[in-house]
């Protein structure tokens, strides 16, 4: 596997806070695409602005060479991502063009996914899935909840909820509390690792 990441995020703010790396997988037909590209820096943007209230900065890297496919159709399919997931210390987010709802007909914006396929090395592996045409804007921000322990919510100003939630919704103090409590586990467990931007990759291209 090459270790060469692309860093393709802004430079953010220096302060107190823990610094994450968030992998992003896509298939080579979305890597070109600028589109795509200012797609996923708005949803970053809009995730940041989140979790930042919960000390979280997240960086945006690339993992350029993994065939990655267009559209995951079913939970075999969604199983089939774990390998290139490893619990490494990063986030990993997969962008595809269409996402099944493997539950009923239709389809979903995004998800967050935990592998309970049968490879036992790949177990419990998680990662996040999102519909690049689907998405609403702060999908990402929503899949990173639910990676960070938080259920759904029923109040339509609160991001946790889906569907309906208001264009402009937010966390509460006690769902902030329980992701600070969430990275504090990952980061003990060594299932998120903090790394300052600069550190990022030892073969950073720009
Ligand atoms: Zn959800």
């Excluded at 962008?95 to 996914?113: K, M, T």
Aim: proline letters at 6%.
């Amino acid at each position: 596997m090459r270790s060469a990441l692309l860093l393709l995020g802004l430079p953010f703010l220096l302060g107190a806070g823990t610094d994450l790396r968030l992998v992003v997988h896509r298939s080579p037909a979305l890597a070109k695409s600028g589109e795509a590209t200012a797609w996923l820096e708005a949803q970053l943007a809009r995730a940041n602005a989140q979790l930042e209230a919960a000390g979280i900065r997240l960086h945006h890297a690339e993992r350029p060479g993994v065939r990655i496919p267009l559209e995951i159709g079913s939970r075999r399919e969604r199983h089939a991502l774990a390998e290139h997931a490893p619990i490494d210390g990063d986030l990993h987010l997969f962008v595809v063009r269409r996402l099944a709802n493997v539950d009923a007909a239709g389809e979903i914006c995004g998800v967050h996914w935990r592998y309970r396929g049968p490879a036992r090395a790949l177990r419990d592996r998680r990662y996040l899935i999102l519909s690049l045409p689907d998405a609403l804007p702060d999908t990402l921000a929503h899949e990173l909840g639910h990676y960070f322990g938080l259920g759904h919510s029923r109040d339509p100003a609160n991001l946790m909820t889906s569907p309906g939630r208001a264009a402009r919704s937010a966390l509460a103090p006690w769902q902030l509390r329980r992701v600070q409590a969430a990275l504090r586990g990952a980061l003990r467990a060594g299932a998120l690792v903090a790394r300052p931007s600069a550190q990022s990759s030892p073969a950073v291209r720009k």
